[in-house]
């Protein structure tokens, strides 16, 4: 026991401090990456009910292929290969070399890929309100960005919470990826504090207790604002018994 | 002019680790800078994550790649290798009750765990997979606890790992059965540092810098302070 | 349904050029000489993935319907329970859950005697049971916390319909409210059933390859980087695709009318 | 038909006709809002009570308690004289029983409430295939049928989100007409409907009042309900405020309120 | 108030006085289904227009089809003298041009549609406070004076769900009402609501006119129509059976249909 608090404790030699600053790092990129998410998912939830064909051809193409291809394959492709396109134009053209930003590729491609399934969740969302709210917004000559603000999206919220509070979660925890471009993120920081020390057990349970954290705050963030959004809503308690 | 030597951010004790302040120490790092400072390179060690550390180098974000790669013929299609800087012998582990010996009949109808991408995977499923069931593991830490626990028989790796492991208390168990016939067209040809293709400059001074260490003695008094024996091989 | 004159569109046939010229682009230019050698073991990872995610997202949603119940509608003696699993599950990395099924739950097993003697030990010495084990938890977790929103969100004249004809409460749920709910889930329940398929290669810390670990040995045998990676997105795509498809469908069923 | 008694009254009904339903004391609020204030009134079998008042007054509240759709905060409900057995919170103490009763009642709900993921057909042949356990076949001819008679064959096949707002309105009584119930709570039924299928609405309701069912009916079409019922009940506020047969509650109205609530009809 | 003009009409009106509303040979296709099989009409400034006939004729489909959320199949809808410019498929050409439109004209769906997130209130004050651009203030209290118009006051903080039939029926002709519209399209808007308030909306409506208003009025209330309406028109299967003053076509409807359609009103 004193030997994992050791390990654990928060300056060095022990390990605490490097799991909390990789904890800082992951919830940076997730708050960025859902962020971007959110705006592509409307974007893109807009474009797939109300968009014209060649759009909705795009976004169906964006929707599979993104969210099936391994987010590995994407970051190295966008930050490696892409690097190196750039910089090959780059020397071509006369330049030096450019950095890329890891941190600015994980996010982007996070994003891109939170975009895909927020797209779906909030499609879905959409499709779920009943459809003489919108057509009463529409009636009274809301403009389109006024209804979706102030019709669609607080109805059609309460259906897109549950989904969307899993991508968030899935966001923590996929910024795992950005280890790929040397990102200390929370996975990379424990596997190092575990391969290390060998305190495999220790480690992977302390980062998941820091998840478990996460989860309950974020748990409690979501909560109020479905509270929000069902406002008006009877409720099912009842309809139960 | 900066030569950025990539490692692998996931440690390997006790060749490359890591303290709590992120300094890298171990034995391949000590020798990383004996290397570079033999053959007058100013090396900056750079840790990678193991997935993208071959497209670092073939993207130009590092230069070398020194993290325990064993040359293989099929890896040297993709990438070149300096001369090689290490190389173990390849071991069979068991309890110390069975009946194991490192050849295929010594391993019929047993189950065996390697290590997934490495050399010893390749080499069990070309010569023990008719005999032996052949289990593919992440981490050599999790065969030995599933070899402790009885899930598995026996496992094949690295005999310096393997030393560490059967002296340590949770391989009380097990024991060293023997090390298995060499094959080197799959266990390679030993440890060597990876470079891009065709980047002969490099290779060449690394090449030096190796000998150079292994002539004036820094590399066996590196190796003194980690292992009982020299690890160069023969 | 797609017919050959839908695809026949200019915009759609601009898109299949596209693709077309990236496929040719990357079969001449990149290396595929390796294909050969592994190909039986990628047949075998793939059958493997797709074994896996079926059974465990099946597995997974059948245990999803009573956690989002629990927590929609039920006593807290139901709903507290639920509402923990399903934080826990969302809240900690499946890779630590697989670890701890099975090196943490499983490594427990041995040291009893009687266990090691029973029955069922040859399967209990496997690691598929805890990979399907701790994916179908990790599928129930997430989509339980998509249910319950699910059946919250149904509309409450219609379940009040169903009461007051006296449909009997399971006839109930099973006729109208479930459909409902599913309904509109569908699309958040195809995303995550895709999520699920790419939550599959961590099974390979224990030991089971299946298509990303095939993947993995080719790169890590022969250093080539995107080559089996790209072969890999495209076995992924096409899995994905089939379910984004199937799960379309299952939509279509029920028209709805404007959106 | 014979004309419902009233609960308040005092003097026993001599040999009393076999009792649909009775509601005693039924009070009801939402919060500090009292809906029901005491409502007392029972039916005969194959009564038919017409149920009026103003907007809010109560009526569907009144409804919806007598099948326990509201928990009702006090009072009694008997239907067919069984009586519900009630918790202190007013929800039903058994669930097998109000299941059974609720199955012998055909509601039609002021909102129609048609289940929106199954087609018309579908809406009209879930109960009594689901619930009653009707064969598939037969409860499928004999909606066809019922959906005829409403004028609504041709689009069996059709989602509810598809239809006219009549067109819902029939597809809800051919519902709840499916389960062949002893009595009927009709909320509004000709609301959204024209004055010919009123009209055959009403031939219906007669058919179903001869076969000696009973019939709850809250409309605000007073015609409809003069001709329809044998007994009328004026809500206020959540009180009985008149009751009678039709003659004597549109052509004699006692109280000032109902006098004022009928005088835009005349 | 001067009597609607049919555009079918041949002779030219003398000195046209300013009109509304004009719909030319409109039709509408769901699928294989005409719904509409060619409609026109047109309605002056301060014209109150009742639309009645069966359920399913398609009615609440040529309303819906005036302010395009149906789009129509073809046809030309003429509001305020100005054409709405439509594309190939019947979609509003100008995004900009339908709002502006729209805005002016209030429409009271069949199934209310208020919205269910919002307050009374709220709902209320929506469109002039985001649309329209009213001050808050000052639409709040033009909100609330209507909703004392309408009786429903005391629920102003109330959500829809929450309210019984009529009360949604008001809050919604309230809502309409809130943005001051040039035309109104009421589809039905007194099926949930006593004579007394039926009455009510009666008086609302003539004052509206007065004001100069125009009004299309879906309903199956004949004698609201009648006293309402300076003309009515018959809608059958899609088509114009029969229209005139209300007079003519109640007191002397010439087509078989209508007299059918009328017989039991009588
Ligand atoms: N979205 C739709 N898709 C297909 N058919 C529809 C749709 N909306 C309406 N219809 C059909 O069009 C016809 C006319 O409908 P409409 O709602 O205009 O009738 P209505 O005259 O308003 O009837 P009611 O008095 O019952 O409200 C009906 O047969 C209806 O089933
Ligand atoms: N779920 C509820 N919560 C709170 N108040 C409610 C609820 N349901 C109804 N009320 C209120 O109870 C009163 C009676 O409603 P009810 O629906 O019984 O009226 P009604 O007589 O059917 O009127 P209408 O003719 O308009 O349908 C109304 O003032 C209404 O606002
Ligand atoms: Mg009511
Ligand atoms: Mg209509």
Redesign the interface.
């Known amino acids: 026991m004193e030997q994992v608090i050791e390990l654990l404790s928060l300056s060095?030699?022990?390990?605490g401090?490097?799991l909390l600053r990789g904890l800082l790092h992951s919830l940076e990129i997730a708050l960025g990456a859902f962020g971007f998410g959110l705006l592509i998912g409307l974007g893109g939830a807009i474009g797939k009910?109300y968009g014209g064909?060649?759009l909705r051809?795009?976004l169906a193409?964006y929707?599979?292929?993104v969210?099936?291809?391994?987010?590995?394959?994407l970051i190295?492709?966008l930050y490696?290969?892409g690097?190196?396109l750039i910089?090959k134009a780059a020397g071509a053209m006369g330049y030096g070399?450019v950095e890329i930003s890891g941190v600015a590729a994980g996010i982007w491609v996070l994003g891109v890929v939170q975009g895909?399934?927020a797209t779906?969740?909030l499609?879905?969302a959409?499709?779920?309100?009943?459809?003489?709210?919108?057509?009463?917004?529409?009636?009274?000559?809301?403009?389109?960005l006024?209804m979706l603000r102030?019709?669609t999206i607080?109805?059609m919220m309460?259906?897109a919470?549950?989904?969307l509070?899993?991508l968030w979660?899935?966001a923590t925890?996929d910024t795992?990826l950005l280890?790929?471009?040397?990102f200390n993120e929370l996975?990379?920081e424990t596997?190092?504090?575990a391969?290390?020390t060998?305190a495999?057990?220790t480690f992977?349970?302390a980062?998941?207790a820091l998840?478990?954290m996460?989860?309950?705050v974020s748990?409690r963030v979501f909560a109020r604002i479905?509270k929000w959004?069902?406002?008006?809503?009877?409720?099912?308690?009842?309809?139960?018994? | 002019q900066e030569v950025k030597i990539g490692i692998a951010a996931e440690p390997y004790p006790p060749f490359a680790s890591l303290d709590a302040s992120g300094n890298w120490v171990g034995w391949e790092v000590e020798i990383i800078n004996a290397v570079c400072a033999a053959a007058e390179l100013n090396c900056v060690i750079t840790p990678v994550a193991w997935d993208g550390i071959i497209p670092s180098l073939t993207g130009q974000q590092i230069d070398a790649i020194m993290a325990s790669m064993s040359i293989t013929e099929e890896r040297m299609q993709t990438i070149d290798f300096s001369d090689k800087y290490y190389d173990t012998p390849t071991v069979i582990v068991a309890d110390k009750s069975a009946d194991i010996a490192p050849t295929p009949e010594g391993l019929a109808g047993k189950i065996l765990g390697v290590q997934a991408s490495t050399i010893h995977q390749t080499y069990a499923q070309q010569y023990f997979t008719d005999a032996a069931e052949i289990r593919v593991y992440q981490t050599q830490d999790e065969i030995n606890q599933d070899l402790a626990a009885g899930r598995i028989d026996a496992t094949q790796a690295d005999s310096i790992a393997m030393d560490d492991f059967v002296n340590s208390d949770a391989g009380a168990c097990c024991e060293i059965k023997g090390s298995v016939a060499n094959d080197t067209s799959i266990l390679g040809l030993g440890v060597g540092a990876g470079v891009r293709k065709g980047d002969d400059a490099l290779r060449e001074k690394l090449n030096a810098g190796i000998a150079a260490i292994r002539a004036d003695g820094t590399y066996d008094k590196i190796t003194e302070g980690y292992f009982s024996s020299s690890i160069y091989g023969g | 349904m797609i017919t050959l004159r839908s695809l026949l569109v200019p915009h759609r046939i601009a898109m299949m050029a596209v693709f077309a010229a990236l496929v040719l682009w990357c079969a001449y230019a990149l290396r595929w000489d390796w294909i050969p050698k592994y190909a039986p073991l990628a047949a075998e990872g793939i059958w493997r993935t797709i074994w896996i995610l079926a059974v465990t997202s099946v597995l997974g949603f059948l245990l999803a319907i009573p956690l989002g119940l629990a927590q929609a509608i039920g006593p807290w003696y139901l709903a507290a329970p639920a509402r923990t699993f399903c934080t826990i599950i969302r809240g900690t990395p499946l890779l630590l859950q697989i670890w701890l099924l099975y090196y943490g739950l499983g490594s427990l097993f041995p040291q009893y005697p009687w266990i090691r003697e029973s029955e069922l030990w040859p399967y209990l010495r496997q690691a598929w049971p805890y990979a399907v084990l701790a994916l179908t938890l990790s599928y129930a977790g997430y989509e339980g916390e998509v249910m319950r929103g699910a059946f919250a969100g149904v509309q409450r004249g219609q379940i009040e319909a169903a009461q007051a004809f006296g449909m009997p409460r399971f006839t109930m749920f099973r006729r109208i409210w479930l459909p409902q709910a599913i309904q509109n889930a569908l699309p958040t329940l195809g995303g995550e059933t895709i999520l699920q398929l790419k939550a599959t290669p961590l099974v390979a810390t224990i030991a089971i390859v299946e298509s990303y670990a095939v993947a993995s040995r080719v790169r890590q045998d022969t250093f080539i980087v995107y080559e089996p990676l790209l072969l890999l997105a495209v076995v992924y795509m096409i899995i994905a695709g089939i379910l984004a498809f199937g799960f379309r469908k299952l939509e279509q069923r029920v028209p709805v009318k404007g959106h | 038909m014979t004309e419902a008694i009233a609960t308040d009254r005092t003097e026993p009904a001599a040999a009393p006709a076999e009792e649909a339903i009775r509601v005693e004391d039924l009070h009801k609020s939402f919060g500090h809002l009292e809906v029901l204030k005491g409502v007392n009134m029972s039916a005969k079998k194959g009564d038919v009570v017409a149920i009026i008042g103003g907007s809010g007054s109560g009526k569907s509240t009144m409804l919806r308690c007598i099948n326990f759709l509201e928990t009702p905060t006090s009072g009694r409900i008997v239907i067919g004289g069984e009586e519900i057995a009630m918790r202190a919170d007013g929800s039903p103490a058994s669930r097998k029983q109000i299941e059974r009763v609720r199955s012998r009642l055909g509601m039609v709900f002021q909102a129609f409430n048609l289940w929106t993921h199954r087609t018309l057909i579908e809406n009209v042949t879930e109960v009594p295939v689901h619930v009653l356990g009707v064969p598939k076949a037969e409860a499928h001819d004999r909606a066809m049928a019922l959906l005829e008679r409403v004028g609504l064959a041709d689009k069996a096949a059709t989602y509810p989100a598809f239809l006219s707002g009549g067109q819902q309105q029939r597809a809800a009584i051919a519902r709840a007409l499916a389960i062949d119930p002893s009595v009927m709570l009709f909320d509004e039924p000709t609301s959204a409907l024209d004055p010919e299928l009123v009209g055959e609405v009403l031939t219906v309701i007669r058919d179903l009042a001869a076969e000696g069912r009973t019939m709850l009916l809250v409309t605000h079409e007073m015609k409809f309900a003069r001709e329809v019922s044998d007994h009328v009940i004026y809500l206020f506020e959540g009180r009985i405020e008149e009751q009678g047969p039709p003659e004597a509650v549109f052509g004699a109205p006692k109280s000032e309120r109902l006098k004022q609530f009928l005088k835009s009809v005349a």
């Open positions: 060095p030699p022990g390990w401090g490097n009910l064909p060649i051809d795009i193409v929707t599979t292929v969210r099936a291809v391994p987010e590995l394959v190295l492709i490696y290969v690097t190196d910089n070399r895909a399934y779906e969740i499609r879905g959409i499709k779920a309100i009943p459809i003489g709210q919108i057509e009463a917004a529409r009636a009274f000559g809301m403009p389109p006024k102030r019709v607080p109805a309460s259906f919470i549950p989904g509070a899993n979660l899935i925890k795992a280890a790929v471009v040397g996975t990379l596997r190092q504090a391969a290390s060998r495999y057990f992977f349970l980062a998941g998840y478990l996460v989860t309950l748990g479905e959004a069902r406002k008006g809503q009877p409720g099912h308690r009842r309809a139960g018994a």
